[in-house]
């Protein structure tokens, strides 16, 4: 029997794109709501409760209030919000971590589905933490460079509107108070003792993201071989000869993609570290379905883009 598999907020940009992802595959079946009761709980409980996987794209606030609707004790929630990614009893959806990790996943019925600026800020940092490259104290500092499809509907409405601000055109940085909400997910998972100084940007482009940490007084070299250590079992995740694949690096490059790629650039004494990804793939939907699809027992790599 196929497994079934339900999506609690399809209307939205992440559920609009797991979506995609699945609804031409025939290993599973995708359990619709009628449009007239996709509010009504009753309707979204009786099909959560039937599904072997929900997908819950909501805010935070519908995210926690839609986990008390499930009563099946198998049905696996995979929540796309940030609701539950540092919360206890719930397991942190990036397999590439390691094989524990990997385990947990496949084992678990609550997947809290990482955020793209963490999902960039994560896969650079944690393998360093771990192989002890970069102490657990070390003051970090990232920026990371998205498309304004992260941002949902009425942002998107907001940059393809013709009669949009001329500024639109130029990049911006937000998260100014430096108290973004990706920002414990990035210290928990990580192991670090504070938070890094993190800057979010937005570009005037639909898709895609480049997250940047940068380590002063580390070795490129060391750091390049560490991380192709780390990534070289991954089939989603890979690592770039030292000093990338070009002499420039464009956040775009991995728009329509479900990979994420790791550049390593600098010398002997100071190195940056970028993933470049696509922020509603590997940053978002595209993990949420290689998540599901590692609970299920699927190739991890089923219905997504390569």
């Known amino acids: 029997m196929k497994p079934k598999i339900y999506i609690d907020g399809k209307e939205g940009t992440t559920g609009l794109q797991i979506y995609e992802r699945l609804g031409d595959r025939e290993d599973i079946q995708l359990l619709l709501i009628d449009e007239d009761k996709r509010k009504d709980p009753v309707e979204r ?111 998107i409405a907001e940059y393809e509107d013709e009669s949009r601000d001329v500024r639109h055109e130029s990049h911006r940085i937000y998260g100014t108070t430096l108290t973004h909400k990706h920002l414990p997910e990035m210290k928990a998972v990580c192991g670090l003792e504070q938070p890094p100084v993190f800057s979010p940007i937005l570009g005037d482009f639909y898709k895609g993201m480049a997250t940047t940490i940068l380590l002063p007084g580390f070795d490129a070299a060391a750091v390049h071989a560490a991380l192709s250590a780390h990534y070289a079992p991954c089939k989603m995740v890979s690592v770039a000869p030292l000093g990338g694949d070009e002499s420039v690096i464009y956040a775009s490059t991995l728009a329509g993609k479900d990979t994420l790629r790791i550049i390593v650039c600098g010398h002997e004494k100071q190195t940056t570290v970028t993933a470049l990804f696509d922020n509603l793939g590997k940053g978002a939907s595209g993990a949420a379905v290689q998540n599901m699809n590692i609970v299920l027992g699927f190739d991890e790599a089923a219905g997504l883009s390569l």
């Open 45 to 155: 409980a009786k099909l959560m409760n039937e599904a072997d996987v929900v997908f819950l794209c909501l805010p935070d606030a519908a995210a926690k209030e839609a986990v008390t609707l499930v009563e099946n004790p198998a049905t696996c929630i995979i929540d796309a919000s940030t609701a539950h990614r540092v919360a206890p009893g719930w397991v942190y959806g990036y397999p590439e971590m390691g094989q524990e990790q990997r385990a947990a996943i496949a084992s678990s019925k609550r997947i809290a589905n990482p955020g793209c600026h963490a999902t960039g800020f994560i896969s650079c940092v944690y393998p360093l933490v771990k192989a002890g490259v970069i102490p657990a104290d070390f003051p970090l500092t990232a920026y990371s460079l998205t498309g304004y499809s992260g941002g949902g509907k009425k942002l």
